[in-house]
């Protein structure tokens, strides 16, 4: 059973719960316990309704999310991790074009009824999280007006993230969107060390090994981060916006506009 604080049931309108007032222990039906900022923003009784098809899963590196050739058989509510969403292209180029954290939710169009996405969704840090069925989701939304417009926000925050990214890989500099990249990636994971390497970083940002070096030396020698083998650690947030692109702060204005999504990162 889940044990939760000053939690309010009786209400059926919609409603925004501040960040002070959310819960310090919430867990599912087997006691592991949510840091999903969806799950947390829920009303008592939404989050009833959700419990019994909540599964608690392991997600490791790599691990595709979108694993079923016939649609989205599953959505996620991460805890702790990270997970890209990536085009491929038939050559077998791939290029970022979102990230979710805690924040977020994978399988963003099961909310609208669809279950097709042109994006994979692969795991890039180890985490956890709690998957639900799709067709379950669908029918516990009709019923649960908090948690469908959570994810409708949030399926307008990725979207927009989306082609912001678009036109950042486009027209930014290498090392300005290496440096935008380090700092979402921070604001998701929540830690100054992020276990990644070179060829990561030139798949996730769609270039070649060598452009990704010359960049991370630029930031590592204005002592912005230090990169050691599979882990960078960023040393000087403020230093890294400075050299971030433009974009870090539209899509940082995204996450923090309360007129989209309140309180749902950080």
Known sequence: MATRQHRHTSKPKLEVVPRSTLPVHLTDAKGNVVYSRILLSLPGKEYDSLLPHLEFVELRLKQSLHESPDGLEYGYFLNFGL??????????????VGIVGREGFVGTPI???????????VVQAN??????KAEVLEVILSSTPNLRLRLNQYAQIQGMQVAQLAACNRLHEIDQRLARWLL????????????MTHEFFAEMLGTGRPSVSLAAA???RAGFIQYARGAVKITNRKGLEDAACECYGVIR???DN???SPNLLR
């Open 218 to 220: 630029v930031l590592q």
């Open 184 to 195: 979402m990636c921070q604001d998701r994971i929540g830690s100054d060390l992020l276990p």
């Open 127 to 132: 985490g956890n999280g709690f998957r639900i």
């Open 83 to 96: 997970t890209s969403l990536v085009i491929v292209t038939n050559d077998g180029r791939s290029v970022e």
């Open 253 to 255: 204005q995204l996450d």
């Open 111 to 121: 909310a609208a009824g669809l279950n097709r996405t042109p994006y994979g969704a």
């Open 258 to 260: 309360p007129n989209i």
